[in-house]
């Protein structure tokens, strides 16, 4: 009876959401760099994140036609619909910019799973937060950080968790 008890517990407690959901990490190398529209930029990986961790790094040196013509996009992220995500991680640009966080499809049409967030970015590593309400699956799916090429800079990403609420 004790165990009965104790499992409708830990149950009661997790469903409530007062333990937090497990969070996945997304390794900033498998982030790839989309350069379109004559826009010019290269990326790199490199241990000059927060603490000596290993960032992403994205340099536009030429904007294209749209803001979307430099992008930093991790395949294999995917989203179920009708669910709500959250996605943390640490960054920074130099000069300070807007950036667009947003869940796609990696399908023909590349679709956006749910509404995308933009958030400004400070010139020091400042903690991130977004959150994702899914109006579509995106299976097979990707994260995509979008925005970067609105003006040249420096932009670095680290230390990324995606977590389901």
Known sequence: M???????????????GLIPAQESK??????????IDGAVARAAVSND?????????????????????????APDVNFDPGKTYEVKFQAKVVPPQFIYVVPEKMDENQASAAEGTILQI?????DCSVVFHTSDTANPGRLTLSS?????????FSNFRVSEK
């Open 148 to 156: 970067l090429s609105a003006n040249p800079a420096s932009y670095s």
């Open 26 to 35: 997304i390794e900033v190398n498998r982030f790839h760099l989309e350069v």
């Open 49 to 73: 994140g927060p603490d000596g961790q290993p960032a992403v790094t994205a340099v536009v040196s030429k904007i294209g036609e749209e803001f979307w013509s430099v992008e930093l996009r």
């Open 122 to 126: 400070p010139d020091q590593w400042t």
């Open 2 to 16: 004790k165990l009965m008890v104790a499992l409708l517990m830990t149950f009661s407690v997790v469903s409530a």
